[in-house]
């Protein structure tokens, strides 16, 4: 992977930085990319398992709140919820082409890429807290 990835592919990225320092006697920093990437990787499944209201769904994805609820009804999108209560995961969440990836970022500046060396070397350099 390059120095420009996704946040998704961020621990596969990490662990084999860690098997390439270990190689060359870095046990410390190997360890502390693995933490990292094991770390990343439990938020990450946090973050997708995150539940909607149809109407929060509705703000996410870009899709009216009645379309998602037919979407769930006919099954097309797992109920992460219960009947009568319908839910959409993250992880489920269609999005309309013209809706962001993140609505909640819509609004920000672009942050600029970091580089995966950027980020191990402010972790190491400021810690983990």
Not at 4 to 28: F, H, I, N
Not at 83 to 94: E, K, S, T
Request: overall charge positive.
């Amino acid at each position: 992977m390059s120095d420009r990835t996704s946040v998704d592919g961020l621990p596969a990225d990490w662990r084999r930085q860690a098997k390439s320092l270990r190689r060359y006697g870095g046990e410390t920093p190997a360890a502390a990319l693995e933490r990292c990437a094991a770390d990343l990787e439990a938020t990450l499944v946090e973050r997708d398992e995150t539940t909607f209201s149809l109407v929060e769904a509705s703000r996410e994805s870009g899709y009216s709140a009645d379309h998602l609820g037919r979407l769930v009804r006919d099954g097309k999108i797992p109920n992460a919820g219960r009947p009568g209560a319908p839910r959409i995961a993250l992880r489920d969440l269609p999005r309309k082409a013209s809706a962001p990836a993140d609505p909640r970022l819509a609004g920000e500046p672009r942050r600029r890429d970091v580089s995966n060396v950027q980020i191990v070397q402010s972790i190491i350099e400021k810690g983990i807290e």
